[in-house]
DNA sequence: CTGAAAGCGCTAACAG
DNA sequence: CTGTTAGCGCTTTCAG
């Protein structure tokens, strides 16, 4: 075990400790060859500084922290992998912590906060029901990005940072799409209805495509999916479609809010002997990459990864430098338009 | 920004800060009804110790760490959930942290060691090319899980645990299925053949079942992915097939080293107009859930996930509590027959 | 049962 | 350019 320390690295080379620790931080106060001297000891000995101790001591430290809520959903690979990216190019360190479904992602951050001495922090994921209160006591600036936008959310204008795609009118093209390919018997398999979420502006935009078209809204063809600890999974989106089509032998078309769920859907529809598209349609939501792998590529609402990676960042860093007041961005999701949906056809039974 | 530290808490209450630290960490010499007075006014200010200053002072902690070689891989999600879960009925804690294909993982578990005064540590992923006098240094009980038989890797049994599967083996099977049902020109999608990690080994099972059954080995059937940071990916596989199909039209079946490789194949395969398992079988390695969910579902050689997490901590315990030495283990893997094999047609062409 | 006091390893004034 | 020194917030003896 390595108890060595930065006395001892001082000792070893025969200066005091301030030397060794300007040595480490690329002060500009030191003779370069005693850094090297020491640096070299340090090579030599595989001396690590100890971070908790540098944590405890340094007042402020250049650390983004980026919470996410649901692990398993591929969807934020992209997201985490673009910010990250951002974040050190703005010479900050990211902290990346994944947050369970039932932990209080604010409470971590406050820990993260007094821990890490953070400078900002990203709400990637989870639903909005935080306590203004709470979220004032953070003391650093923070942003939620992908989680739907605050103001529709909670139904008054929040001074909450956040940027999403306007989820509602995103959920409304896909349907109004289907519809347009002559679907009428179209199912939606969602989550986190009840609450303010994605999942619930989601729904709100398929029960307004139905009406502007006016389809009459079923709620027979409407399932939510609530099992395991995670709500965003393939078995949840088998489980939805298998409800639904007992439910609803005439439905051909199924929208789900999120990619994951829609492949889940597409096995459970595969082995009830439907295929895709001839007999169903199927459309998700969020674009990820895999859905290009998939059989058959999957039509979806793809949000734009790497522009709302970019804008988080950049938002974050306007409130972390220039102190400017927090903004509700919205970025435009796109239709993208695959194998997994087709113009309704003759033979298919509408009720 | 919450700044509040035991000392405040202390003043607040009256009392010294050792009394308040003896009411955070749950000691017994504390009058009862003094601890309650503490945690109340602890909840009320939103008090959180800061776990650096905590680190730096105590001399034992029971962390685990959970070193992640290759984040994507959906196949580590399922070891990680189930090891967390081992980890905290042993009242121990897991630390998990990904590191990136050039990071090296054991200098990550060298700091972590330090830092968070680790009791153990699990290597997840990667390629064994490890320093034993690097290894030597940690000072922690460590265990590699998933990363391949270490003494079949370095040709001389080497004193570190290790779990895994019989890698050779068990592609050795896959591709003995794949004879079996009559295919004579089978592929090779790898990774990593010339360094000692699973791919390799993957690699010398499928040369060994080729020997096995007296069919000749032809290099234009291998293709050894190694684009982007990360090599597991579908893309990844989807251009290994590509070059098959270009390089050898006859080939009527495929072995991926894992599954998300062998997704990535399938959609190359549709694009070529192949039918799976009509025209081309594909099989798999690792037995993901998602597997399951794909169309057509993915035969693949399953890890016993449950079995090798639950193997892997075991192992590690035995060593940090009994003092037992590191050992050698290996777990059986299963073919898991699904839907994306089948026999060779007649009409399918072998030159 | 409780408080005072001594550091854990490091950084950042401050004084050479 | 370099060494000395005072803590960062917490846990843990050691005396009461």
Redesign the interface.
């Known amino acids: 075990?390595?108890?060595i320390t930065i006395k001892d690295i001082a000792k070893l080379c025969g200066v005091g400790v301030s030397t060794v620790s300007r040595a480490l931080n690329n002060h500009p106060d030191i003779n370069p060859e005693t850094k090297a001297r020491i640096m070299q000891v340090i090579r030599e000995t595989?001396f690590?500084p100890?971070?908790?101790?540098r944590?405890?001591k340094r007042s402020e430290m250049n650390n983004i922290a980026l919470l996410v809520k649901g692990?398993?959903n591929?969807f934020f690979?992209g997201m985490i992998r673009i910010m990250e990216e951002y974040i050190q190019k703005k010479d900050y360190t990211t902290i990346?912590r994944?947050v369970g479904t039932d932990e209080d992602e604010v409470a971590v951050a406050?820990?993260l906060?007094?821990?890490r001495r953070l400078k900002g922090i990203v709400f990637l994921g989870g639903a909005f029901t935080h306590d203004p209160k709470v979220l004032a006591?953070?003391?650093?600036p923070y942003i939620f990005s992908t989680i739907g936008n605050v103001a529709n959310l909670t139904g008054k204008s929040v001074k909450v940072a956040n940027i999403a795609v306007d989820d509602t009118q995103a959920a409304c093209m896909a349907i109004d799409y289907l519809i347009s390919l002559g679907h009428t018997r179209i199912g939606f398999i969602g989550e986190g209805i009840g609450i303010p979420s994605v999942g619930r502006l989601r729904y709100d935009g398929y029960r307004r495509a139905l009406e502007k078209n006016h389809l009459p809204y079923d709620s027979a063809l409407v399932a939510e999916i609530n099992e395991g600890t995670e709500h965003y999974t393939?078995?949840n989106g088998?489980k939805g479609a298998s409800v639904l089509m007992d439910r609803c032998p005439d439905m051909t078309a199924v929208f789900c809010i999120a990619d994951v769920i829609a492949?889940?859907a597409?096995?459970a529809l595969?082995d009830h002997g439907k295929k895709i598209p001839e007999d169903v349609s199927v459309i998700g939501f969020d674009g990820i990459?895999?859905g290009?792998?998939?059989?058959?590529r999957l039509t979806s609402v793809k949000q734009p990864v790497e522009e709302m990676s970019e804008e988080t960042i950049r938002l974050l860093f306007e409130m972390i430098e220039e102190k400017k007041a927090p903004q509700n961005i919205i970025v435009p999701a796109k239709l993208l338009i695959r194998d997994s949906t087709a113009p309704r056809r003759n033979g298919q039974t509408t009720v």
Do not use: Q, T
């Not at 290009?292 to 058959?296: A, L, Q, R, V």
């Open positions: 075990m390595s108890n595989g690590i100890n971070d908790s101790a944590y405890l692990i398993s591929p690979f990346l994944h406050m820990s906060v007094i821990e006591k953070l003391g650093v393939m078995p088998y492949m889940g597409c096995r595969a990459e895999s290009d792998y998939f059989i058959p």
